[in-house]
């Protein structure tokens, strides 16, 4: 590019007006580094003729450091600076440094081992300055709050005022930017960027090589990197908006860019109110990798499976606010809509908080859960892990029309559920399975030797009793119709599959219509009729009550009551779900059943699939605990408030 290009270059910048007056003027930290040392020997440089054979020759480190120093607040070293005078002032930086705020990380904030630029001397008198022929390498750049939340990117006055006082600060101004330079063209090499949050967090950023290119002040301007992020190679490409743009406080600043890591694609279009610091972003923005490895690998976790993801929404970020609204996407072939994901970053030492809203159409979580490709839906387990100081906190809601898990499928299903220090609360979990509504609370919280205790309330109502029987593997059963149930279940393990088949259950199952196929009745009675006409068809059901506890799979059910128009039966049952098998034995009430009714009891025990069914007598063990049939004082209050509402429940004392 030719000198005379160049001026032009500046010259339609020299017509504009300044900043308003009154204004605070605040640089980044970026404008400093760079631009800090060049304007103190450009002053020195425009002082007088006599300067340009001084400065041809002399080391000017010193002096500019000294200004520098003073105008920044903070301590500026330079190994040696030299300027060779002419129409483009060259300038000449080696082994400088700016120092890190007290309290921050290291010494410094900023290392420089060589830095290369030619200022244009006109665009100094009237401004802004212009320059090319950037070079810049071996360069060192620590950006970090303490964990008292003070920023080491601000200087001068506005150093003065420590940390932000507000969580969003979008009401206070950006920096002003009227007289910010123009580059050109500038090359940098061999750089390593640091950013540290207040809670100790380091995101380091690796560059092999970063150019920025522009025809002029009010051309489009280029920006390439090669690098890598959290030693994970990265490659970014931006086209932004002219400088003549960017020196326009109050106007967005237009941003376009691509970056790439292995298979993943990110993408961003939008403006940023404080382009300087990368502040008040907004604009539409999109994720695909087939795998999602880059992104685990950038986020330093394991990548176990390969998981393919694509996105699109609206991105933001302000202050401590970041957020993707709008969004759509698959993950897994499995369809999403995003709602709401929004980070808030921690004030004063609290952790992060993350709110998310998101919906899929259908979620197969055996695809996610199973380490093995080839694993089976069985084996699908999920760690119950709690953290006791948990950064970020996280409240979520998740809605799922079809949820797979191991071998149950699952619609409607909607969770609300956060994460705070020691504990996992589930505080709404609803979903349909075989035609039924379950409704659930609960909680997860740390226990000793690394498991945790799980606490659930679980309310289902509408259960069909004939699909029930199928998926739990029992033979056909004389009873018809659906049930609802209210259970809490407690147990204190590492996964949630060890936790479902260790827990302590309590429960109640209630039916307030259905029907009993008449054989029942009359076989449980005894009745002498049937020896002459069986009875056929089904009789309603006015109520029936089951209390059932269990531990490990391992139980009994009493009472167990069900009344009907022929009769009312009382039972009393034992089973173990792990063996699936099961003892019953029950008996007819005399004052409910007619004169030829012997109520002779009927033991019915066996497997769930093939049991035997035969008379029985009442034992000792049997009449104890028939006797018990109506003392739910034991119950948790939830369950026995449910049981409390069906007619079979007749109180007694203790």
């Known amino acids: 590019m030719s000198d005379q290009t160049s001026d032009n270059a500046a010259r339609p910048e020299s017509q504009k007006s300044g900043p308003a007056s009154g204004q605070t003027r605040r640089r980044g930290a970026g404008f400093w580094a760079l631009w800090g040392g060049v304007g103190a020997v450009a002053l020195v440089a425009a002082s007088g003729g006599a300067g340009w054979v001084f400065l041809s020759k002399a080391d000017l480190g010193r002096f500019v450091a000294r200004r520098a120093t003073a105008a920044l607040g903070r301590t500026v070293e330079i190994g040696s600076l030299h300027v060779t005078p002419g129409r483009w002032l060259k300038v000449e930086i080696a082994n400088a440094r700016l120092a890190n705020i007290p309290g921050g990380t290291g010494p410094d904030m900023v290392r420089v081992g060589h830095l290369a630029a030619e200022v244009n001397v006109s665009s100094l008198l009237h401004g802004p300055m212009l320059v090319r022929h950037v070079a810049i390498s071996d360069v060192y750049v620590m950006v970090e709050r303490t964990p008292q939340r003070v920023p080491n990117w601000r200087f001068g006055k506005q150093a003065e005022s420590g940390a932000k006082p507000a969580p969003h600060p979008a009401q206070s101004a950006p920096d002003d930017r009227s007289d910010y330079p123009t580059a050109l063209d500038v090359a940098v090499q061999k750089g390593d960027v640091i950013y540290r949050t207040a809670h100790g967090s380091e995101f380091r950023t690796t560059l092999k090589t970063v150019t920025l290119q522009t025809d002029g002040a009010d051309k489009p301007v280029h920006l390439a990197v090669d690098g890598a992020y959290n030693d994970t190679p990265v490659t970014m490409t931006a086209t932004m908006q002219p400088f003549s743009i960017l020196r326009q406080t109050k106007t967005p600043y237009g941003i376009d860019m691509e970056a790439k890591s292995g298979d993943m694609t990110i993408t961003f279009r939008g403006t940023a109110t404080d382009p300087i610091n990368a502040d008040g972003i907004r604009g539409a923005v999109t994720f695909n990798s087939p795998t999602s490895r880059p992104m685990m690998q950038i986020a330093g976790l394991p990548a176990q499976q390969d998981i393919a993801v694509q996105m699109s929404g609206q991105f933001e970020h302000e202050g401590d606010l970041w957020s993707v609204t709008q969004g759509q996407g698959m993950v897994k072939d499995n369809p999403m809509t995003i709602a709401l994901m929004r980070l808030v970053e921690g004030s004063h030492g609290k952790p992060d908080h993350i709110t998310a809203d998101i919906a899929f159409s ?64 589930v505080d709404t979990l609803s979903l349909d399975y075989l035609g039924a509504n379950l409704k659930a609370s609960g909680k997860i919280e740390a226990a000793d030797k690394g498991a945790s205790h799980v606490g659930a309330s679980v309310n289902v109502s509408g259960a069909d009793i004939e699909k029930l029987r199928q998926v739990l593997g029992f ?39 259905g029907s009993l196929d008449r054989k029942v009745i009359g076989l449980v009675s005894a009745d002498l009729r049937m020896l002459f006409n069986k009875p056929k068809g089904m009789t309603p059901v006015a109520c029936m009550l089951g209390v059932v506890s269990s531990r490990a799979g391992v139980g009994q059910a009493l009472p167990l009551r069900i009344r009907t128009g022929d009769g009312t039966v009382a039972a009393n049952a034992r089973f173990d779900l792990n063996r699936k098998w099961f003892d019953l034995t029950f008996g007819s009430q005399a004052s409910t059943t007619g004169r030829f009714a012997l109520d002779i009891p009927v033991r019915v025990s066996g497997s769930f699939s093939s049991p035997k069914v035969r008379p029985a007598s009442w034992s000792a063990e049997g009449r104890a605990m028939m006797a018990q049939t109506e003392r739910l004082n034991t119950l948790p209050a939830g369950v026995k408030q449910f049981a409390l509402k069906n007619a079979c429940y007749r109180a007694i004392g203790p």
Do not use: C, W
């Open 362 to 425: 259908q979620l197969n979580l055996n695809e996610f859960l199973s380490h093995q490709k080839a694993a089976s839906p069985t084996q699908t387990d999920m760690p119950l892990t709690v953290d006791p100081a948990p950064d970020p906190l996280v409240d979520a809601h998740l809605s799922v029309k079809k949820l797979s898990y191991n071998v149950l499928t699952f619609s409607n299903m909607t969770l609300a559920a956060s994460v705070a220090p020691g504990a996992v609360a």
């Open 475 to 513: 033979g056909p059963v004389p009873l018809q119709g659906r049930v609802d149930m209210q259970i809490r279940a407690d147990a204190t393990q590492k996964t949630l599959n060890a936790a479902v088949h260790a827990a302590d259950v309590a429960a109640a199952v209630s039916m307030t219509s």
